[in-house]
């Protein structure tokens, strides 16, 4: 009989295996398990080598799926100004001061999770404001969500953005009364001028767009960024996350990965996607084969093609069916047209490839469905689970071809206005309170039987899954005739596990407990059915185990 390597008991598991829910004792064998049951019966697995760990009650469930996360910059932000919960000019100007005194040589000074009412409910950010806490060395303040940011003036002449520039679809520098830029930029075409003068090059946000490095990277460049990477493992794994799916992708990044892998330090799984931006040609999807190929091992793939529609509502550069409820006329722009969306659909389902797509609009969400139906109509249908990236308004025309096309629902409960961290304005004002019901429609779309998967988009929001869990029991409704979108405990951690295995074409692999699955297993620091909604987000890992070994312990 073979014996444990490791006997996790006096436990309450939650294994989201349907044909057996709950346990009290776990088994690990090399890096698979080996048994789950009662705990005299797991029990007999041990050997006088066997590791005994006693949970104490606490939950013990599926290593976490953070099914929606930018590792790279993520990472790479723990080093930078974060603004969380600063707001007005005194408590600003006080932070940034600091932080410029503290990096006397950094060309750029980059503040991240940076509030839309940063100056005050719904007072619109310009340069002038940011001059007046520093207007002597370039600032970019970004918001929360990444899709807008606004600079101070130094910032703009340096990067030539001062006067305007012409920019592409669904992109803008936004343009004040007087003929010279306010200091909001919309998406990345215009802010990444100014996020070119700072000192890191940028690599770390490199795969935004797809793109590679330009020059070639110095040995201490490439151990900097491979540490960054690690710190971002490190953290993720904390939380009791063992595999991870990024959504921004290039080579490069698979290179530093690959080489942490070889140096046994991949402590998640990972996916990096093939990012096919608005200026490459359809033909560049071969690349996107190419590194599937390339990376394809137990911890590290590239099967998965990236791609944006539409911005953020936020920043109006969601695409809607409808206007906007305060801007009357405007609808936004897709990044792609219609008839690109299909044929690169069409392109990335024959070559078997597996498709994301972040749609925020309603009509970005219609653009998206259509270009998969598309390619099912020309490829024939298969088990290809295609998504749709967070899916914040939908219209319920579009609810059943989910299901009837297969497509994963990848959603973020930290991200609906006022559950977590986000305020509800500017996002309530602008979908305007009749399309209020089909915001982050979540309910509907678990009834409707649409797979579902759950993630924060870090940096976007906190990577912490126990808040997600939280944020996803406790959201509340914007109006009396919104329905109620909460999860239950058990729906919100399917999401954070099992649907996360599914939607990554790994639900045969991990996911759930069960003999012979990995053994990539959470023990948290409590029984998580004993803990009250709105506290849950206190909860943490204490034991994080990827194919059974540990890569996080409290």
């Avoid at 703009?156 to 012409?166: E, N, Q």
């Avoid at 793109?211 to 493992?233: F, K, N, W, Y």
């Avoid at 070889?262 to 990096?272: M, N, S």
């Avoid at 996002?427 to 982050?440: D, I, K, L, T």
Wanted: with cysteine; glycine share 10%.
């Amino acid at each position: 009989m073979t014996k444990a390597d490791i006997l996790i008991e006096n436990a309450r598991v939650l294994t989201m295996d349907p044909a057996n829910p709950r346990a009290d004792a776990l088994a690990i064998a090399g890096d698979r398990i080996l048994a789950v049951g009662p705990r005299d019966a797991v029990a007999q697995t041990a050997g006088p080598g066997t590791r005994r760990i006693d949970a104490g009650g606490a939950t013990v469930m599926p290593g976490m799926v953070e099914s929606h996360l930018h590792l790279f910059a993520g990472a790479f932000g723990l080093r930078l100004l974060q603004l969380d919960g600063v707001q007005g000019l005194p408590a600003f100007r006080d932070k940034l001061q600091a932080y410029a005194a503290a990096n006397p040589d950094e060309a750029l000074l980059i503040c991240k999770a940076t509030d839309y009412n940063l100056f005050g409910d719904g007072v619109q950010t310009t340069r002038q404001m940011l001059d007046a806490a520093l207007a002597d060395r370039p600032v970019i303040c970004i918001a929360h969500d990444h899709h807008t940011a606004w600079a101070n003036t130094i910032a703009l002449d340096k990067a030539g953005l001062l006067h305007g520039r012409d920019m592409p679809p669904g992109n803008e520098v936004v343009m004040a009364d007087d003929g010279t830029a306010l200091g909001e930029l919309r998406e990345h075409a215009a802010s990444d001028p100014v996020m070119a003068l700072r000192s890191s090059g940028g690599r770390e946000t490199l795969g935004m767009g797809g793109h590679e490095p330009a020059s070639p990277v110095t040995g201490a460049e490439r151990a900097t960024d491979i540490e960054v990477l690690q710190d971002g493992l490190k953290l993720c794994a904390s939380y009791g996350f063992t595999a991870l799916h990024n959504m921004d992708g290039n080579r490069y990044q698979l290179d530093l990965l690959s080489e942490i892998e070889a140096a046994g330090g991949l402590l998640c799984r990972t996916e990096i996607p093939f990012h096919l931006t608005p200026d490459k040609p359809v033909s560049s999807l071969a690349e996107a084969s190419r590194m599937a190929e390339d990376f394809s091992t137990d911890r590290l793939k590239s099967k998965r093609v990236k791609m944006f529609m539409d911005g953020v509502i936020d920043g109006a550069t969601a695409v809607m069916l409808e206007d906007y409820a305060d801007q009357p006329g405007w609808r936004g722009d897709a990044l792609h047209s219609a008839e690109r969306f299909r044929e690169a659909a069409v392109e990335a389902d024959r070559r078997g490839l597996q498709i994301s797509v972040h749609a925020i609009g309603d009509g970005a969400v219609r653009r998206v469905l259509d270009g998969y139906q598309a390619a099912r109509e020309a490829n024939g249908p298969r088990d290809s689970r295609h998504r749709i990236e967070h899916v914040e308004l939908l219209h319920p025309d579009d609810l059943p071809r989910f299901r009837e096309l297969g497509v994963v629902a990848s959603m973020q409960p930290p991200h609906p206005p006022g559950s977590l961290d986000f305020p509800l304005d500017p996002w309530v004002s602008r979908v305007g309170e009749a399309r209020w019901p089909w915001g982050f429609p979540v309910s509907a779309l678990r009834a409707e039987g649409v797979p579902i998967c759950f993630a924060s988009d870090w940096p976007v929001a906190d990577i912490d899954p126990m808040r997600g869990v939280q944020a996803a029991m406790t959201r509340k409704p914007w109006g009396p005739n919104d329905p109620d979108n909460r999860s239950t405990l058990l729906q919100a951690l399917h999401g954070y596990t099992a649907g996360g295995a599914y939607a990554g074409h790994d639900d045969h692999r991990f996911g759930r407990l069960a003999p012979g699955m990995l053994a990539d297993v959470v023990v948290m620091d409590r029984d998580l059915e004993a803990q009250p909604a709105e506290t849950i987000g206190q909860a943490r890992a204490a034991i994080t185990f990827c194919g059974g070994a540990v890569t996080w312990e409290a």
